[in-house]
């Protein structure tokens, strides 16, 4: 169902386990990251606002849109291919959420990696990552700034 309880999902698309259990589901049709607590299995809602959809701006950076694909980096970051906002975005462990590739909110955004559709992304190591990017048919890989 759609709506902010943590335990709905709608649309799970995404899907990564953290070094100390939590698992983090990305709700594509919620537009929101979940969160399953490993220590006594909690479902909640860690980034963004279920059921608010919307474009990403620079005063606004926890809106997804269609978030399609999660990873987790060595160091605990998530990184979201936020398909609908046409950007890779980084979410720390605290919930502070910042662009690591792509200018959200803008298609073929010409950024040096000029993403149209992100699909998947994978951390490679360190700030390293892969993503797939659909509508150009291709893999890139990028780093973010910590």
Do not use: E, W
């Not at 006594?40 to 701006?57: M, P």
């Not at 060595?74 to 046409?86: S, T, W």
């Not at 998947?120 to 659909?134: E, I, Q, R």
Request: charged letters at 15%; aromatic letters at 6%.
């Amino acid at each position: 169902g759609q709506n902010n309880d943590g335990a709905l999902f709608y649309l799970p698309t995404g899907v990564a386990t953290a070094a100390n259990g939590d698992v983090y589901i990305a709700d594509r049709g919620n537009n929101c990251i979940k969160k399953v607590d490993a220590s006594d299995g909690s479902i909640s809602v860690f980034a963004g606002s279920c059921s608010t959809t919307g474009t990403t701006s620079a005063t606004n950076l926890g809106v997804f849109n269609g978030p399609q694909a999660i990873d987790v980096t060595p160091d605990g970051d998530l990184l979201v291919a936020d398909n609908r906002n046409y950007c890779i975005k980084r979410v720390t462990p605290s919930g502070r959420v910042s662009v690591a590739a792509g200018i959200c909110g803008i298609k073929g955004a010409n950024d040096g990696h000029g993403m149209d559709v992100p699909r998947a992304v994978a951390a490679s190591g360190g700030t390293s990552f892969v993503f797939s990017d659909n509508d150009r048919h291709c893999i890139k890989t990028a780093t973010f700034v910590r």
